[in-house]
Protein backbone atom coordinates (compact mmCIF):
# COMPACT_ATOMS: atom_id res chain seq x y z
CA UNK A 1 0.00 0.00 0.00
CA UNK A 2 1.16 3.67 -1.02
CA UNK A 3 1.82 5.44 2.44
CA UNK A 4 -1.37 8.24 1.83
CA UNK A 5 -3.62 5.06 1.48
CA UNK A 6 -2.28 3.73 4.75
CA UNK A 7 -2.04 6.39 6.46
CA UNK A 8 -5.88 6.99 5.30
CA UNK A 9 -6.79 3.48 6.73
CA UNK A 10 -4.58 4.04 9.77
CA UNK A 11 -6.62 7.14 10.49
CA UNK A 12 -9.82 5.82 10.05
CA UNK A 13 -9.44 2.09 11.56
CA UNK A 14 -7.60 3.53 14.66
CA UNK A 15 -9.71 6.51 15.55
CA UNK A 16 -13.17 4.85 15.73
CA UNK A 17 -14.08 0.73 15.86
CA UNK A 18 -16.45 0.95 13.02
CA UNK A 19 -18.52 -1.91 11.79
CA UNK A 20 -17.15 -2.27 7.81
CA UNK A 21 -20.63 -1.45 6.82
CA UNK A 22 -20.34 1.81 8.93
CA UNK A 23 -16.43 1.77 7.69
CA UNK A 24 -17.61 2.00 3.35
CA UNK A 25 -20.60 5.03 4.75
CA UNK A 26 -17.39 7.14 6.37
CA UNK A 27 -15.57 6.50 3.29
CA UNK A 28 -17.84 7.10 0.87
CA UNK A 29 -19.05 11.06 2.94
CA UNK A 30 -15.17 12.02 3.14
CA UNK A 31 -14.94 11.09 -0.62
CA UNK A 32 -18.22 13.27 -1.07
CA UNK A 33 -16.25 16.19 0.96
CA UNK A 34 -12.93 15.83 -1.85
CA UNK A 35 -10.91 14.39 1.01
CA UNK A 36 -9.53 10.77 -0.51
CA UNK A 37 -9.97 9.60 -3.70
CA UNK A 38 -11.39 6.06 -3.73
CA UNK A 39 -10.67 3.29 -6.13
CA UNK A 40 -13.11 -0.12 -6.18
CA UNK A 41 -10.88 -3.31 -7.64
CA UNK A 42 -11.81 -6.72 -7.09
CA UNK A 43 -9.22 -8.52 -5.71
CA UNK A 44 -9.07 -12.63 -4.58
CA UNK A 45 -12.90 -12.51 -5.53
CA UNK A 46 -13.71 -9.73 -3.01
CA UNK A 47 -14.10 -6.80 -3.78
CA UNK A 48 -11.44 -3.87 -2.42
CA UNK A 49 -11.18 0.11 -2.16
CA UNK A 50 -8.32 1.65 -1.85
CA UNK A 51 -8.48 5.62 -0.31
CA UNK A 52 -5.74 7.78 -1.23
CA UNK A 53 -5.80 11.61 0.47
CA UNK A 54 -6.61 14.50 -2.00
CA UNK A 55 -4.99 17.81 -1.73
CA UNK A 56 -8.00 18.86 -0.15
CA UNK A 57 -7.70 16.02 2.29
CA UNK A 58 -3.91 16.72 2.85
CA UNK A 59 -4.73 20.45 3.86
CA UNK A 60 -8.07 19.75 6.10
CA UNK A 61 -5.88 16.74 7.96
CA UNK A 62 -2.78 19.49 8.24
CA UNK A 63 -5.41 21.58 9.47
CA UNK A 64 -6.67 19.51 12.11
CA UNK A 65 -3.01 18.38 12.99
CA UNK A 66 -2.32 22.46 13.93
CA UNK A 67 -5.60 22.80 15.68
CA UNK A 68 -4.99 18.96 18.21
CA UNK A 69 -1.53 20.72 18.67
CA UNK A 70 -2.77 24.12 19.84
CA UNK A 71 -5.26 22.17 21.97
CA UNK A 72 -1.66 20.54 23.33
CA UNK A 73 -0.05 23.54 24.16
CA UNK A 74 -3.16 24.87 25.68
CA UNK A 75 -3.62 21.89 27.89
CA UNK A 76 0.28 21.84 28.74
CA UNK A 77 0.08 25.79 29.48
CA UNK A 78 -3.46 25.20 32.03
CA UNK A 79 -1.32 23.49 34.78
CA UNK A 80 1.19 26.59 35.20
CA UNK A 81 -1.23 29.40 34.56
CA UNK A 82 -3.21 28.04 37.71
CA UNK A 83 -0.02 27.56 39.73
CA UNK A 84 0.70 31.30 39.06
CA UNK A 85 -3.02 32.29 39.66
CA UNK A 86 -2.87 30.53 43.01
CA UNK A 87 0.48 31.80 44.12
CA UNK A 88 -1.04 35.70 43.49
CA UNK A 89 -3.98 34.72 45.71
Known amino acids: MAPGIVEI ?3 LCSAAAYLQGAYGLH ?3 VADAD ?3 LRKA ?3 GRQRTRA ?3 RNGRQAFAGHVRALQALLVAAESAPARAAVAGRSN
Open 9 to 11: HLL
Open 42 to 44: ALG
Open 27 to 29: LSA
Open 35 to 37: HVK
Open 52 to 54: SLT
